[in-house]
């Protein structure tokens, strides 16, 4: 028996145009899911579709029992960390020997087909890795959490489907491709700004702003997100954006530490789950198998 637990993530900036080709920055969160994965000879098919495929793509039977922190269907990465831990649970119970370059490279592709052929390396590299990181494509930069990063989350309670959310863009892309490229690449350049921009959290807090707009124009926005997201602006927040697909999940929002109680109270007002968290720079990790 082999038990992993791997954390969720915030997307920062730039999801959605990240599945182009665009940069994307997301950062690992506290709430971790376990899995316990045994070699076992009777098999009985996972109900979670990520965890199937982990199974599958590696053409092993066993049996898993999952406990987590994370709620899924958020846009906090539930379906990731369910997928990293998962796959280093069975590398680990029937040994095969994969490094953990090689797993999180494995963990998205099971995304990618759980997703329908698109999916960005964000989710479950964050996962794997832990901290902050900026993608693009191929590329995976390391980056250095800002000093006073302060955030709060925000749950509209609205479930989600990645999946569907990341089709409903690529055909917005297929059918009005005059109109969503131009805020596809409006979203990557946001993406850099930000960057460039960490320590700066007016600035900041301006990017996240217009990145929502943009991710609104693209279809992927939902009126709770956006009751949420403007009661947390009201109430002092820097800025405040989903994360995530969208189209309901999760909101972030940047706070000084003088506004981190007002933005809690006003989300909680809207009707959305505040969750205090921080950030996750451990990545994923075995645990003891009770
Ligand atoms: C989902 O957390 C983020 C998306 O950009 C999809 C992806 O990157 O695979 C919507």
């Not at 997928?83 to 680990?92: K, M, P």
Request: hydrophobic share 40%.
């Amino acid at each position: 028996m082999a038990t992993w637990s791997a954390p969720g993530k915030v997307f920062l900036f730039g999801e959605h145009a990240v599945v182009y080709g665009k940069p994307g920055i997301a950062m690992a969160i506290k709430p971790r899911v376990q899995v316990t994965v045994r070699h076992t000879h009777h098999y009985q098919r996972p109900n979670s579709p990520y965890i199937a495929e982990c199974f599958n793509l590696l053409d092993i039977k066993g049996s898993v029992y999952v406990r987590s922190q994370l709620p899924s269907a958020s846009g906090l990465g539930s379906s990731a960390a369910v997928t990293v831990a998962t796959l280093f649970a069975i590398n680990d119970e029937f040994s095969l020997g994969y490094n953990k370059d090689e797993v999180a490279d494995l963990a998205h592709e099971v995304e990618k087909i759980t997703q329908g052929g698109r999916a960005s390396a964000t989710d479950t590299y964050v996962s794997t890795f832990g901290g902050m990181v900026l993608i693009r494509g191929d590329e995976k930069r390391r980056l250095i959490p800002p000093q006073n990063f302060s955030i709060v989350l925000g749950n509209s309670m609205i479930s989600h489907n990645t999946a569907e959310q990341v089709k409903k863009v690529a055909d917005f892309l297929e059918k009005s491709p005059k109109i969503a490229n131009p805020i596809v690449d409006a979203i990557g350049a946001i993406t850099m700004e930000a960057m460039h921009n960490m320590d700066n959290l007016h600035e900041l807090g301006n990017l996240m702003n217009r990145n929502q707009a943009l991710l609104d124009a693209l279809g992927v926005g939902h009126p709770c997100l956006s009751k949420l997201i403007l009661a947390a602006r009201n109430a002092g927040a820097y800025g405040a954006k989903l994360s995530g697909a969208g189209g309901g999940g999760c909101i972030w929002a940047l706070c000084s530490r003088g506004t981190r109680n007002r933005v809690v109270n006003a989300i909680d007002k809207y009707e959305g789950k505040p969750i205090a968290t921080g950030i996750d720079t451990e990545g994923v990790r075995k645990e003891e198998s009770l």
